[in-house]
């Protein structure tokens, strides 16, 4: 089962952290963007070039520390086909370098429509016959409020092909609750319900450590709330934003994990991409600086949780 894997490189590299790789032009030094815009032009290609670039540094500087990336699907989408293609060439390059890589595309339909969304990102497509893997990456996000209709397509190709998802349980954002904090009428919470659900379809997809293949989207911004579905989906594997530019600390992001250190992985985005902002150094020092505020965050957390161990 996929996050087997994930949980064997957490242990191996005593590092529950993933990397999130959700790049704007804006966090890509001169230098890059100059080069790629002299090559390519001022254009999609010339920026999609550049962002390549950045995250391929980083991936060179992190992948023997960090277990994980997750590239947030819009911010390559939002320089068009060819944005995309350096999302592809992203997750491509990050596994030949034996990371885990987890699409955050919180993807959300039914039937064929989602079936065709789970070929592309964790699956295969057939070409007259041949099956070739669009983005191939390991994990994706998606949003379960359509219900059993919109997850089942994805467990199906999860567990053909050794995939996992996170579904979106209780959200780190600030107006979650609005919706995820309702009472239903049998007492539970919508963010609960949820969670339920998740330990129900992960029953199709079990894996050897005690953690299914359907994950949940838990925030650390909400410590109580973590600390309550990590007791009441004690099979369900956590995907934790909301640690570091959110505002979530360690202390607060330790109630995802188990007794074992297991369960749980937190991610880091901005403060890993724009650690050189903070870290005194240049624009050119990013890739260096994002090692070190991965390097400090492991040591954050593992502080608060000990040993990992299976």
Known sequence: ??????????????NPTVAGLDPKLDYVPQ???????????????????????????????????????KPQAAYYEMYGWQGVKALADTIAYAQS????????????????TMEAYAAAHLGTTVVDGEEISA???????????????????????????????????????????????????????????????CESWGEELPGKYGYSGVGAVVGATYPDQLLEMRQKA????????????????????KNAFDKNGLGAIINSSRGIMCAWKKQGLTEDDFAKAARNEALRMKDDILSTIGKISL
């Open 31 to 69: 230098s890059i963007k100059s080069a790629c815009f002299e090559k390519y032009g001022k254009t999609l290609e010339g920026a999609a070039a550049a962002l390549l670039e950045f995250n391929k540094a980083i991936i060179d500087e992190i992948y023997d520390i960090v277990p994980a990336i």
């Open 234 to 253: 004690p099979h369900t594997f956590f995907l934790v934003p909301g640690y570091g530019a959110q505002g979530g600390g360690a202390q607060d992001a």
């Open 97 to 112: 370098k034996g990371m885990f890589v987890m699409t955050d595309g919180k993807r959300n339909d039914i039937g064929t």
């Open 135 to 197: 983005f191939g990456a390991d994990a994706l996000t998606v949003n379960g409020y359509l219900g059993t209709d919109g997850i089942k397509p994805l467990c199906e190709i999860c567990k053909k092909g050794d995939k996992g998802i996170f579904v979106l349980v209780k959200t780190s954002n600030p107006s979650s609750g609005e919706l995820q904090d309702m009472k239903l009428e049998n007492g539970a919470t919508v963010y609960e319900q949820m969670g339920r659900m």
């Open 1 to 14: 089962m996929s996050f087997d894997r994930l949980i064997e490189k957490i242990v191996e590299k005593q």
